[in-house]
């Protein structure tokens, strides 16, 4: 109860404080595999991300939370947990990415590889490198890295 009112209040409240809107330019929010980039700055950023989105893609994306800032405190670490459904991490400079493919078969779609594409050329923009992305489907997984697609 208390985290949808706190869920709505950042919304209003974010825009109230920083003034911030979202301009949606070649990419407005829709329901599909996304990866929003906060500046990383300001631990506030992803926060801003987050408010900008419709409402009904709120309770669907989890922003990525640094696990040293947001787990420092009880109150903070309920705030990722209950509010945000934040994914909370280690600091890292570099990732692998893992998803699965409800049909089962692990082959990678031309949609897997283009998106993997943009996530390594963002993370050499942030200095973070992608060791591998890896898909997993019933009959067993597929590594672009072994594959020769990374």
């Known amino acids: 109860m208390i985290a949808a009112l706190l869920r709505r209040a950042t919304g209003a409240g974010a825009w109230v404080l920083t003034g911030?809107?979202?301009?949606?330019?070649?990419?407005?929010p829709e329901?599909?595999?996304?990866?929003?980039?906060?500046?990383?700055?300001?631990?506030?950023d992803w926060v801003l991300i987050w408010a900008a989105l419709p409402k009904d893609l709120r309770a669907t994306t989890r922003p990525i939370a640094a696990r040293d800032y947001w787990t420092a405190s009880r109150f903070k670490h309920?705030?990722?947990?209950?509010?945000?459904n934040a994914a909370i991490r280690e600091r890292a400079a570099s990732v692998?990415?893992?998803?699965?493919?409800?049909?089962?078969?692990?082959?990678?779609?031309?949609?897997?590889?283009?998106?993997?594409?943009e996530i390594v050329a963002a993370g050499e923009k942030l200095g973070i490198s992608v060791h591998d992305h890896v898909v997993i489907g019933r009959s067993g997984e597929t590594s672009f890295k072994t594959a020769g697609l990374l």
């Not at 911030?20 to 407005?28: L, P, S, T």
Request: charged share 15%; net charge positive; proline share 8%.
């Open 96 to 117: 692998v990415v893992v998803h699965n493919h409800p049909s089962g078969d692990p082959t990678p779609s031309k949609a897997d590889i283009e998106m993997t594409r």
């Open 31 to 44: 329901p599909v595999q996304r990866i929003y980039f906060a500046n990383h700055q300001s631990h506030f």
């Open 78 to 84: 309920w705030l990722t947990r209950e509010v945000f």
């Open 20 to 28: 911030a809107q979202a301009r949606w330019v070649g990419c407005a």
